[in-house]
């Protein structure tokens, strides 16, 4: 019973942006949007997460529709080091419930 | 300041053996949670720890899993007796507190022959 939806796989040019969407229609009001990546081989990595407003760090931006029922993650200039696949995560804040990774998104960035 | 830090990082071992993994948190985390990865079921969810005490271990497969918590700065991941569908690569995360950023280990690559 996933909460979230993901494409399973995307492309993107090296330079270009990379704009990943996930579906979590079902989301409850206290509960986060987290997406995190894995590079091939290695554990997980955090990238961002929000409540219902955009944010920013340094290195992604995350869009949440204001329905929250959706939300995008935008890499703004895609390098060959952000192939990864990406995870769409809703959980609640200061819960450690639900923290559980579906099957994400392959993102191949191109040159 | 150092991260997660798992053992072994490679194991092979035959079928019937005890296999241990270790997992070191960061200092000062009090969550800590064990994920296993393989291609067939992607990244599992096994047990996870609040301040040492196992909150939810739904995720472990069977009874010949099991995990503990001793102290703050030790865990470790038990498979008695392992078959060869336990092959996979484990991952031991850990968070400042419930529902904060985890963080991740390199993982263990455990093959049974």
């Known amino acids: 019973d996933a909460k979230t939806t993901q494409p399973t796989s995307m492309d993107c040019a090296e330079g270009r942006a990379a704009n990943l969407p996930c579906n979590h229609s079902?989301?409850?009001?206290?509960?986060?949007v987290y997406w995190y990546r894995q590079i091939h081989s290695q554990g997980p990595q955090y990238i961002i997460h929000g409540l219902k407003n955009n944010e920013t760090n340094e290195m992604a931006s995350l869009i949440i529709t204001e329905d929250r029922k959706s939300s995008t993650l935008i890499l703004p200039h895609a390098t060959l080091r952000d192939t990864a696949v990406y995870y769409c995560?809703?959980?609640?804040?200061?819960?450690?419930?639900?923290?559980?990774f579906g099957a994400g998104t392959r993102l191949t960035v191109k040159p | 300041d150092a991260g997660v830090i798992q053992s072994p990082r490679h194991e092979v071992t035959e079928m019937g053996q005890e296999v241990t993994l270790r997992c070191k948190p960061i200092s000062g985390h009090n969550s800590l949670f064990w994920y296993r990865q393989t291609m067939m079921r992607g990244l599992e969810l096994l047990i996870y720890f609040n301040n040492n005490v196992p909150i939810d271990d739904s995720g472990m497969p069977e009874d010949r899993f099991s995990a503990k918590m001793p102290n703050a700065s030790f865990s470790t991941l038990k498979i008695q007796p392992s078959e060869p569908r336990d092959s996979a690569v484990y991952f031991c995360a850990s968070s400042r507190e419930p529902g904060g950023e985890l963080f991740f280990g390199e993982g263990s690559r455990l093959t049974v022959l």
């Open positions: 079902t989301i409850s009001g206290n509960e986060y």
């Open positions: 995560i809703v959980r609640p804040l200061y819960n450690n419930n639900d923290m559980r």
